[in-house]
């Protein structure tokens, strides 16, 4: 006789080589992906999985719907469109640990400004069967973090599981960067990478940093060679092509640059 499924149930599916472990949504002989690897937002994630399962009561009242519930439905959403839904995902994160299961008639300025306090202080919170420390953070990332919050909010809305969305408090932005590395900063820098044998490849990391202004995403991705993953560098052409071909473009522009001759040279050696 066959066997009887479970039901939908969560699973950790570990990672292989340089792919990150995650918690996945198991049903049957199909597996979906939460995005993350925090257990309690997993857990979220399939609560609204089994809940549009059953058609869920449309224009809920907002104490009946959890914040946790509404991250996972945004969190699901957005991880095949944007870019990077790795960032998505830590903004989930904090917030499932910072929200715990407060219902979305708990979002108002006092309980914003709570959270904002949680996030500046740190805190410790266990992950699978590991204690994992917060560092504390500052008002640029709370504002992205509570700006998550607000879209997922929207979204609820748009979907008609919400009928309205609370005000949402942030924090002032943050004042401009107005101190940068000195030529000789940079050199000391590159100089103490090359000197121990580990350090070494950063040198090379620095390098390109300060000559062409590149995210550390898109210096990580970057290879001799076309491919799919990132950027590469074209070395009789001195150009530094800074996305994939198959890689989405994103709000952060990624136009080709044209490498300075030191640089270019370093590269070439």
């Known amino acids: 006789m066959p066997r ?3 039901g939908a149930r969560l699973y950790w599916r570990s990672g292989k080589g340089k792919r990150k472990g995650v918690y996945v ?36 009242a907002e104490h009946e719907v959890s914040v946790a519930e509404i991250l996972a439905i945004y969190g699901e959403a957005r991880a095949e469109e944007v870019v990077d839904p790795e960032r998505i995902g830590h903004a989930i ?19 914003c400004q709570n ?18 420390k917060r560092r504390p953070v500052g008002n640029g990332t709370i504002r992205r973090e509570l700006g ?20 949402i408090w942030l924090p002032e932005a943050p004042n401009p960067k107005d101190r940068w590395l000195t ?28 000559y062409t202004g590149s995210r550390k995403s898109v210096i990580l991705g970057l290879k001799f060679a076309p491919h799919a993953g990132g950027g590469h560098v074209d070395l009789r052409t001195g150009q530094m092509y800074r996305k994939g071909r198959e890689q989405r473009s994103s709000k952060k522009k990624t136009p080709p640059v044209r490498l300075p001759s030191k640089l270019l040279s370093h590269l070439r050696r």
Request: aromatic share 8%.
């Open 4 to 6: 009887k499924s479970k």
């Open 93 to 111: 994160s904090a917030l499932v640990d910072g929200w715990g299961y407060s219902t979305v008639a708990d979002v108002h300025e006092e309980s």
């Open 148 to 167: 998550c919050l607000r879209s997922a909010l929207h979204l609820g809305v748009k979907r008609r599981i919400l009928s309205s969305v609370p005000p």
């Open 25 to 60: 949504i198991r049903e049957g002989s199909r597996e979906y992906s939460t995005g993350t690897v925090d257990s309690r937002a997993a857990q979220a994630a399939l609560n609204a999985y089994l809940m549009r399962g059953n058609q869920p009561e449309r224009n809920r």
């Open 183 to 210: 030529r000789d900063e940079a050199a000391s820098l590159i100089r103490a990478a090359r000197r121990r044998p580990e350090t070494r490849y950063l040198a090379r990391f620095i390098m390109v940093g300060l």
């Open 115 to 132: 959270y904002a306090r949680f996030r500046r202080n740190g805190y410790e919170r266990e992950v699978e069967e590991k204690i994992i």
